[in-house]
C-alpha cells in the first residue's frame, strides 16, 4: 500500500481488507511533544461490535499492545488477539510507560496479524507495518503501511509477509476504476453501434 501517517498531524487511515465498503481497520499515528512529557502513540482501531481483532502481546486491559511480528509468523485461530471493545497500541509512549518489546514498532518494521469478518467467516491475514524512531529529529513516530494482504479461504493460517491476495494500494484501485470505465464505455459504443446500423 505504502501509506506513510504523519504523526504530527494526528493522520488516520481507514482499511478495507476485502474492497467491500466498509472500513475494517483504522491505523493512526500521533506524537505530541511537551517541554516535560512527550505523549506518542500509533494506534489500530477496530469495527465495534465485529470480530475485528489484532495480534497481542497480552491481554488484560482495553488498551493491549500489538505484537510485531516477523516474517514467518503464524496468524491463526490460535493466535492472542485483542478483544471486541480494545484499541490496540503499536507503539506508545510516555515516561512512565514500559513496553514489552515484541510491541515496541519505534524505529522498527514489523508485521500485525489481523483477523477480521467477512460475510462468509472469518479470515486472517496481516499489515506491514514501519514506524520511525521516537528520536527521528524530522518525523517521530511516522507510521508507513506496506504491503496488506490475507487468505481467501475462511479460517485459513497465515505466515506473515506469505498470505495469498494482496490487497491493492489506493493509487491501484483508482486506475482499475478507471480502466473499468472506459472498458464500460466502449462496450456501451460497440452496442449501440450495432443497435444503430
Known amino acids: 500500500m505504502n501509506v506513510t501517517l504523519s504523526a504530527a498531524n494526528i493522520d488516520s487511515y481507514d482499511l478495507d481488507l476485502d474492497l467491500n465498503g466498509s472500513t475494517d481497520f483504522t ?3 500521533a506524537f505530541v511533544p511537551g517541554p516535560f ?3 506518542g502513540f500509533d494506534t489500530l482501531d477496530f469495527a465495534f ?3 475485528n481483532a ?3 502481546d497480552r491481554s488484560g486491559d482495553r488498551f493491549p499492545t500489538v505484537s510485531r511480528l516477523k516474517l514467518g509468523d503464524t496468524i491463526s485461530g490460535g493466535s492472542t488477539f485483542s478483544g471486541p471493545n480494545d484499541q490496540g497500541n503499536l507503539f506508545f509512549f510516555i515516561s512512565t510507560d514500559v513496553l514489552p518489546t515484541t510491541g515496541n514498532f519505534g524505529g522498527q518494521t514489523g508485521f500485525v496479524g489481523l483477523r477480521f469478518d467477512t460475510t462468509g467467516g472469518i479470515k486472517y491475514g496481516y499489515a506491514q507495518v514501519s514506524v520511525k524512531d521516537l528520536g527521528d529529529p524530522n518525523s517521530p513516530l511516522d507510521l508507513t503501511i506496506g504491503t496488506v494482504a490475507f487468505d481467501d479461504v475462511v479460517g485459513q493460517t497465515v505466515l506473515a509477509g506469505q498470505a495469498a491476495v494482496a490487497v491493492p494500494e489506493p493509487a491501484s484501485m483508482a486506475i482499475l476504476g478507471i480502466g473499468g470505465f472506459i472498458f464500460a464505455a466502449s462496450r456501451w459504443r460497440e452496442r449501440r453501434k450495432k443497435l444503430t446500423t
Request: hydrophobic share 60%.
Open 54 to 56: 489484532a495480534v497481542i
Open 37 to 39: 512529557l512527550s505523549v
Open 27 to 29: 491505523f493512526t499515528a
Open 49 to 51: 461490535g465485529s470480530n
